[in-house]
């Protein structure tokens, strides 16, 4: 079986959807394996970067995004025939072995989740919504990619900023769980809530089947190495060191690199459109690293 991993931090614009990208690019271009990126964020950054708004825009027009798999979960009248293999878009950028399962700016109603959860609530009878909604958010995506867990060496899961119900679902269903940070304060509190909401996310399933997540790194992005920022950036490491653990700290670090935000324009990830860059150079060593923990 391979691993699926999610990429997550509460704070938003820390390089979370870039490292998940490149990241699955040098894991099938690299290294041959299987790689699927799942797109988990309405802001479609990580689809958008797989593929044209031109191309995107075709599949939501076809239901082939993932939204309409949840559709099938959350909506009985739901009467679509779409399986997940129907959705995945295979070899995108043209790379064999690099499969995207679509994202959508929609991608469900919580009014219609809590409604559903709680019709079910009253079904069972003296079981409380909580025990039901721990349970929806614990199986949704674990069911979802079902199918094709054993198909794939790699599942990303790009998570969107904050905390919410497809981020505990995505957490819930990863083996391990990468953080993206800048070398600056408030990034740094986004690891820290996270982390504090995954010690709660397993709390609350410890008396269901347990959920056995672990941090496979955090990955400083975004460094400059002018003096200031140095002596600054330095001290931030300093805190996050003595917080979590040089160990959990990756040596790999994404420096701030315009061909990374350019490669956005080509409708593929740095490591495909600047391979020479230092953006780049640094995403390879990145996924070397991350391979060697595994
Ligand atoms: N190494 C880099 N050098 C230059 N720009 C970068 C680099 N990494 C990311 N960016 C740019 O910074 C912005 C934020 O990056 P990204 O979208 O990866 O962050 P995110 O954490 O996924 O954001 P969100 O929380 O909104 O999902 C994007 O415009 C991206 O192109
Ligand atoms: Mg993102």
């Known amino acids: 079986m391979g691993y699926v991993i999610a990429t997550a931090n509460m704070k938003g614009g820390v390089g979370k959807t870039t ?12 290294h ?12 479609i950054s990580a689809t958008l970067s797989l593929m044209s708004p031109l191309e995107f825009a075709k599949r939501r027009k076809n239901r082939r995004t993932f939204r309409y798999l949840i559709d099938e979960v959350i909506n009985p009248e739901s009467n679509s025939t779409q399986t ?28 219609v989740v809590s409604e559903m959860l709680h019709k079910q609530t009253l079904a069972f009878g003296e079981q409380n919504f909580e025990i039901i909604w721990n349970r929806f958010e614990r199986v949704l995506i674990n069911n979802i990619l079902k199918p094709i867990r054993d198909e794939y060496d790699f599942i990303l899961l790009d998570c969107a900023p904050g905390y919410n119900l497809l981020t505990r679902s995505a957490l819930a269903a990863s083996d391990f769980y990468i953080l993206p940070a800048k070398p600056e304060p408030l990034s740094v509190v986004g690891i820290q809530l ?26 400083f992005s975004m460094s400059t190495a002018n003096l200031l920022s ?11 060191v003595e917080d979590f653990g040089v160990e959990k700290i990756c040596k790999a ?16 990830p740095a490591v495909l459109n600047a391979p020479q ?18």
Not at 253 to 268: E, G, R, Y
């Open 230 to 240: 140095g002596r600054y950036y330095k001290q931030v490491m300093h805190r996050v």
């Open 194 to 219: 996270l982390e504090r909401r995954i010690g709660q996310l397993k709390d609350s399933h410890e008396h269901e089947a347990k959920i056995d997540i672990k941090m496979l790194g955090i990955v």
């Open 84 to 111: 997940i293999k129907d959705i995945i878009q295979e070899q995108v950028c043209g790379l064999p072995g690099l499969n995207l399962l679509p994202g959508d700016i929609d991608l469900y109603d919580e009014f």
């Open 253 to 268: 670090q994404i420096p701030v690199d315009i061909n990374v935000a350019k490669a956005v324009d080509s409708f593929m």
């Open 32 to 43: 041959g394996k299987r790689v699927l990126v799942l797109d988990l964020d309405t802001q």
């Open 19 to 30: 490292i998940t990208v490149n990241l699955a690019t040098c894991l099938a271009k690299n």
């Open 277 to 294: 860059s230092a953006g780049s150079k640094a995403f390879v060593q990145l996924t070397q690293e991350l391979l060697q923990k595994l």
